[in-house]
């Protein structure tokens, strides 16, 4: 078989090209850096990854839909729209690495973020089966490693070990449904498989076993109910910044595969599918929610809480529609922001205090007025409300759903978003309205350094920008969702 | 001056509360210079009034001196106002006894200010009632009223005020909620509030309305319509807000509420219910009299069983008011025919002498209450010797109101029960023993206060009544003897206006 | 281009807000002068809209239309007709006077600034809203800050409660009715949430039958209608007294002009067949809501009681469909407003000094207060449509269109204007006259000088309206006509 390069090739994968060469100049100042200056490598790396991004958008944007490397990849706007989320969340991660004690100076930590990168990067324009099982487990295997990072806290190599089970066994399941699809078509081409299916080649239930095993595997990915158990103990266990990037950049590239495999390649079954991911999508908004609500440790919390918001998400994709699919974009995009900033203020404040509890957060707005603010604008846009992206993004999922005819999907949706609306504002509730155990907040100051700054204020201005000027990012989101049609 | 005359009615209907306003401005302390801003400022009415007098073409037919602005036209309401005979006196009624309430009361020294405006808009709000030619106008000012009178009784009141003053309100408030709910259902009916327009096309009106036959709607607003004028007025049974309410209130308070705002409910009788319900006021006359013999007679007995002298004057105030009542149904009963004009003629003149004669007997009591502090008739006793001044004028006072010959009440006692008699034959003699009984209860204040023994402990302590007092009562009591003497320069007015009326 | 006053209207809270969120928690002199000078900017250019808007054109006015999102046919449309614009005016007004009597607040007055008038832009842009994309947004914009508002500046002893509360409930009644504004959407056709083009949209009558209860209840919840009104006089009672005053004043409008707009107008026909439905809940809002705001013994629950029963009087109101009715209800929607706003301010004045709000334990603040005492009885008076007072001109022409269409509930209705004029003149007495409990007496003193100013404001617009009804009925009516040519030239 000859392969003839074209530019479209390098294009393709350029995103990934550079990650690669990031990485190895992480690896390389890593060993010039004496262990204190080590530090600086999240500077490097999150300029790295902006840089990338500016490259990407500058000469890799895609035309024409087109498939390059032998049918391995597909070169089209949505591979490439999740891709710059992913940068952009991993370099905002790098940012909330700096000074966690111990990620801040690790340079392996920053490469192994890299490297999952690499993968989520190749997840979301993958269009082979066998690329896509590749790519996902360039994804986990670095995020097993960093859930784990810290060694000596039981916590964490508990987390990080569940993880690996977990993940393990998810994925095994889903490398078996894979082989089934190979074996009963003869293909492992995503495009090809959608043919194969219209030719009615697979019986209807066999593809709704099939389609079950792949919800086994990416369910995990997304943490869609009833795959999400080892989420709220991963989150709690994991260094928070390693957690906000599972919770956000992980999360969305399991439903950019979701997405592409399930309506490239089982179109015809939609209806079922469909049926199959609105009943998954109540239960695990439901459940997410309701769970929430009783949590006293804030990355538990937020660990249902993107439980939840997956469910939301799904709403849109179960409407099998091309406004549905944008809208499960542009979710995601919010919520990567979202979730970050929630995050980062978690890392932030956690590095100070030491503690998760929810009542470690008492007197936060007299504390750091500025870092709770950065938390009510996340939390209120987690919560849905204007003007910040959570409430675009949840009109638009709900938008498709009525389309569709799924009047009570919405129904679902918005009743589960009255209780997010609840334990939201409680935390809220102690950053603003409860104080400190003495009254003391003025002699206990949050100190905020310089990356966390430049983070959070980045976070915070994009949800805002993503809530009132949306139409930009809804033109991606739309461009993104044409592709699968 | 020329946009005087021309607006006559509307600059003697706002000056007052202008006037008001203006004083609003005046530094609070300066108690004298607010006092003399008030009172002339309700004399300018007065004046006005008199001039509108002069004016006035009694043999004209319909309402002089309108004016007519737009003011709510989404519900076609508009700002509509005149005058005819009947409204003419109890304008000048107004405008007469405002004044001396005023000067009545310059012996108040808490929150002048604010209880020299609240007379001032008073007398704009009963102004106004008098004056409206539309329905809705009318209201307003029927209900806006209230708030100044309120106040006064609530906040210069005695000593059991605020539960006077809340009954009042309350009272009157309920009884006009059968009005408003009836002005709004004429004016969705007629899409106006105009009263001449109204006298025509819901007398006129036939079949069904509102899915009910026309004469249920038209029984059951009239009765709404009567209530509310009832409670005002008052008549038995819906009086027993009034002693309560004169009893608590400062003296020229009382002197207003005797004087003008019971007329109010009154001339609601005779400015809505007979012309719009001619039909079912002469169906229901016979209750309607019934209940003014009960007012006649229960107002008697009920004062003659007073200790309290400004608790006796307002019953009788229930006393005379239903000789008002009483002419007002027998002319309803036989509307057009002589006998009815008489009766009629009485009751406008009634209210008149009423107004004027009960103001005065409130303002003695209030004299007398000022220097002892106490209304409680057993108290008194034997002050003739002390104050004789005072003594003259209480006993004169008290003729003119008990009805004695050549003072003003008898004219028009007599000329009701002339004009009823024939009409409610048993009524009116019913109603005649109440008047004895009218006889009783004066004498027996007179008598508890002036005479008998003397009460050793006011001596050194009553002073007699001072030339302020005197000059408030001057007035009232000229009147008194002109009106008994010479009734026609008010008569003629209200017998032209009352034959063109009815 | 013309000079696009109402975006200006609608964006200089937010401005002043994030302004004041940048400057410095200290300053907090700077930070007051700073929001006053915002909210006096916002009024002065709402009195221009409101001077400036042309009744006898009617219509919608001060147009702006900018795409928001095209590929969802999401606009950025504003524009006010006769009902708005007054609306428009009150939040100026509130506002406004909201800032002058929340000038000595001294806990965090940054945030408390930044957060009221995050709230104000939700309300002004929900007011001048034509697309109902946008008002959604707006709407949700004007709910949460009245959380932290609450339960950050409230009343110790129920303000997580309280607020928590309003919250949940005002969030349901929004997104339930946001998802009938979807249904409304993608029914249409139109690829368009402009309300002009939906009001043409010609749903059939089963899909407004089905769908009016949800989207007039929904937005109807903001404004108190029963059985869904316990959250307002809690939430009343908890807040601190600008909010209570933005709360009771504006944002309960909110929810009765977005269910007009929303409900009636773009669900006609949903509307005539549910008509009598909303004619009995307002009907038992507005008769109930007497009885218990006469049995409080807080005065701040009075008020807020009352509130409950005067917005069922536009409720009710709007259920007429008629001319008269629905102008009514215009009014009454700027007469309660100014009048609850008036009320709070003087609750508020009172509790500042008594802190406590017991009516049995108050008395004698006339003396003290003048001016407040006064202010709060001319509140009163509109409050129990007393003739001469904004209250009088907005019930008035409510009932008549009562009769119209059900007389019985006129008369049932009217037993409130007694009620409400019972427990008003008692709360009159007992808190303003009366002898003073020896506790306060010499520990208080007058209101200040700004706090006048905001009394008399709001004293002289209702008095003005009262006395004038020319200056508000004519704007509102050519208001009103548009919706009864929606409704079918009835």
Known sequence: ?485 | MEFITSHLLTSILFFPALAALVILFLPKDEVKLIRWAALIASLVPFGLTVLLWTNFNSGAAGFQFQEQYPWYEAINATFHVGVDGLSLTMVLLTTLLTPLAILASFSITDRVKAYMMLFLFLETGMLGVFLALDLLIFFVFWEIGLVPMYFLINQWGGANRNYASLKFMIYTMAGSLGLLLSIQMLGVLFQTYDLPTLYQQWTSIKGTVMGLPVDTVKTVAFWSFTVAFAIKVPIWPFHTWLPDAHTEAPTAGSMLLAGVLLKLGAYGFLRLVIPLYPVESARFAGVLAFLAVMSIIFGAFGAYGQDDFKRLVAYSSINHMGFVVLGIAAAAKAAGTLDAHIALDGAVLQMFNHGISAAGMFFLVGVIYERTHTRNLNDFGGLFSLVPVYGGILIFTSMASLGLPALNGFVSEFLVVRGSWPIFTVYTAAGMLGLLFTGAYILKGIKKLLHGPLNEKWVGHLTEINTREIIVMAPLMALFLVLGIWPAWLLDVINKAVTMLF | MTFPILSVIVFTPFVAGMLILLMPGERKTEIRMTALAAAAFALLLSIWVYFSYDVAAAGYQFQEQYSWLPALGIGYHVGVDGLSTPLVLLTGVVMFTGVLISWNIDDRPREFFAFLFILATGVFGVFVALDLFQLFFFYEIAVFPMYLLISIWGWVKTREYAAMKLTLYLFIGSVVALVGGLAMYWAAGAQSFDMLVLEQAGFSEAFQRTWFLPVFIGFAVLGGIFPFHNWSPDGHVAAPTAVSMFHAGVLMKLGAFAALRVGIMLLPEGAKHWAWLIMLLALVNVVYGAFIAMVQTDFKYVIGFSSVSHMGLVMMGFATLTKQGLTGSGVQMFSHGVMTALFFAAVGMVYNQAHTREIPKLGGFAKVMPFTAIGFIIGGLVSMGMPGFSGFVAEFPIFMGVWQVKPWIAILAAISIIITASYIMLVVRRVFFGDMPEEFVGHTHDVTVLDKVALTLLSVLMIGIGIFPALMVPMVQSGVENVLRLLGGA
């Open chain 1, 1 to 485: 078989m000859t392969v003839t390069y074209t530019s479209s090739m390098i294009m393709a994968i350029l995103p990934e090209i550079l990650l690669l060469a990031l990485g190895l100049l992480v690896l390389a100042v890593d060993l010039a850096l004496k262990e204190e200056k080590r530090r600086s490598l999240g500077w490097l790396t999150a300029g790295g990854l902006l840089a990338i991004m500016a490259a990407s958008l500058m000469f890799a944007r895609p035309g024409d839909p087109e498939m390059v490397f032998g049918g391995m990849v597909r070169y089209d706007w949505l591979g490439f729209f999740f891709k710059m989320l992913f940068l952009f969340a991993a370099a905002i991660t790098a940012l909330f690495m700096m000074d966690h004690k111990n990620l801040g100076h690790r340079g392996e930590a920053y490469l192994l973020l890299l490297a999952s990168t690499l993968g989520m990067s190749l997840m979301a324009s993958a269009a082979d089966l066998v690329m896509l099982y590749i790519a996902i487990e360039t994804t986990s295997i670095p995020l097993y490693i960093l859930a784990g990072f810290m060694t000596g806290d039981d916590h964490s190599t508990e987390s990080g070990f569940k993880y690996l089970l977990f993940g393990a066994l998810t994925s095994t399941v889903m490398l078996y449904g894979f082989s089934l699809l190979y074996g009963f078509t003869g293909t492992t081409g995503i495009y090809e498989l959608g043919a194969m299916f219209s030719a009615g080649q697979v019986s209807l239930g066999l593809a709704v076993g099939l389609i079950f095993l792949i919800i086994v595997g990416l369910g995990f990915k997304v943490s869609i109910v009833p795959f999400h158990f080892w989420a709220p103990d991963v989150y709690e266990g994991a260094p928070t910044p390693v957690a906000g990037f599972l919770s956000t950049a992980s999360k969305a590239a399991g439903f950019a595969v979701l997405m592409r495999l399930f309506l490239i390649a089982f179109p015809d079954v939609a209806a079922s599918w469909s049926l199959l991911l609105a009943v998954l999508s109540t239960l695990t908004m439901t459940l997410g929610n309701l769970v929430a609500m009783v949590q006293k440790n804030i990355k538990r919390l937020l660990a249902y809480s993107s439980i939840a918001h997956a469910g939301y998400a799904m709403i849109g994709l179960a409407a099998v529609s091309q406004l549905g699919v944008a809208s499960v974009v542009f979710y995601l995009a919010a919520y990567i922001l979202t979730n970050l900033a929630a995050f980062g203020v978690v890392v932030a404040v956690g590095r100070e205090t030491g503690s998760d509890e929810i009542t470690a957060y008492s007197g936060l707005s007299r504390r750091a007025p500025g870092l709770a603010l950065a938390m009510m604008v996340a939390f209120l846009s987690l919560a849905g409300m204007p003007p910040f992206g959570g409430f675009v993004a949840k009109v638009f999922v709900f938008t498709a759903a009525v389309k569709a005819d799924m009047v009570w999907l919405a129904i679902v949706g918005v009743l589960n978003s009255i209780i997010g609306v609840y334990y939201y504002l409680t935390v809220l509730k102690y950053v603003y309205l409860y104080r400190m155990e003495n009254e003391d907040e003025d002699q206990h100051p949050i100190p905020l350094s310089r990356p966390y700054t430049i983070a959070l204020v980045v976070l915070s201005i994009g949800i805002l920008l993503i809530g009132t000027i949306f139409a930009p990012w809804f033109g991606f989101s739309g461009a993104a969702a044409v592709n699968l049609f």
